[in-house]
């Protein structure tokens, strides 16, 4: 074993700046993720369709059309999950994802793959584009941009696999080394793949929303037919299929909604999964200053 320590600097002290480099620069990336995804609130509320869709993804956001539609009249239900148009005229004020499903039931059609058919998904794009505009959901390029604040960390990666390349050739202990840079890379590569799909503006969106409309919930037995089609609307985007299934159980039940919004991968299954790398991140950015405690007791140069 080479007697001189790599680069002039032990193993142990090593560790300790590199630990302190990677946790700040985790803390800069971190903190320019969170600016890049700020969003904005909108309070001054949504749209029946574009809360659902921000709240529950696509298939809600149909669910939700489906409520207005039905308390008009226009969609009855079939046995096994079908929903028909009735030939009513939908109601005043209806909307294009309202028209596009009313279009869609005209043949019949599954309630679990609406949001499938050609016309709908259409009406849900331009939707899905409203609450980008709105600043509720994060568009492509600004996605591109949160994951590219990560770009930081590959500098931090690279210094440690020229300490670990030069350690070996130096023949040096680089146990603790390989540790911390194996930490650093997986979380680099997890922040530069992942990225949210709302914004924290949309959070406070939903949280003031469901405030205006908790006496629209379910449990406050309101009269949906009194209070009209758009509140309905509301209801469903809310509160999800259990709102449906208060207004009105018979339809809900024949057109099996409890189905059709289980397992929806629209905004809201991507919305739990911005939270939990969100969270990953953060016990990541804790667990990654640990590194700096790795100083290999006695000096051993462990850190190559």
Not at 12 to 29: R, W
Not at 89 to 107: E, F, I, R
Request: charged residues 15%; glycine residues 16%.
């Amino acid at each position: 074993m080479n007697g001189e320590p790599t680069w002039g600097i032990s193993g142990g002290d090593f560790l300790l700046y590199y630990g302190i480099l990677a946790a700040v620069v985790l803390v800069v990336v971190l903190g320019l993720r969170r600016w890049l995804s700020k969003g904005r609130e909108n309070p001054e509320g949504l749209p029946a369709e574009e809360l659902a869709f921000l709240v529950g993804g696509p298939r809600q956001a149909v669910a939700a059309s489906l409520a207005r539609l039905r308390l008009a009249g226009a969609v009855g239900a079939e046995k096994g999950g079908g929903v028909r148009a009735t030939g009513v005229a939908p109601p005043p004020g209806a909307t294009p994802l309202d028209y596009a499903v009313l279009y869609a039931a005209g043949s019949g059609a599954r309630t679990r793959t609406l949001h499938l058919n050609s016309g709908v998904a259409g009406a849900l794009g331009a939707i899905r584009e409203a609450l980008i505009a709105r600043g509720q959901l994060l568009g492509s390029d600004e996605r591109r941009q949160v994951r590219l604040a990560a770009v930081p960390l590959l500098a931090v990666v690279a210094l440690g696999v020229l300490r670990l390349v030069a350690g070996l050739a130096n023949d040096r202990p680089v146990g603790f080394l390989v540790a911390v840079l194996a930490l650093i890379g997986v979380l680099t590569v997890v922040l530069l793949i992942a990225a949210p799909v709302k914004t924290r503006g949309s959070t406070r969106t939903i949280a003031r929303s469901a405030g205006q409309l908790r006496g629209l919930h379910p449990a406050s037995s309101p009269s949906y037919a009194s209070h009209g089609h758009e509140a309905a609307a509301l209801a469903v985007a809310m509160f999800g299929a259990t709102a449906l299934m208060a207004m009105d159980p018979a339809f809900a039940a024949e057109a099996e909604l409890h189905r059709g919004l289980a397992g929806d991968s629209g905004a809201g299954g991507s919305a739990a999964t911005m939270s939990s790398c969100s969270s990953s991140s953060s016990s990541c950015s804790s667990g990654s200053s640990c590194s700096s405690g790795s100083s290999c007791g006695g000096g051993g140069g462990c850190g190559g």
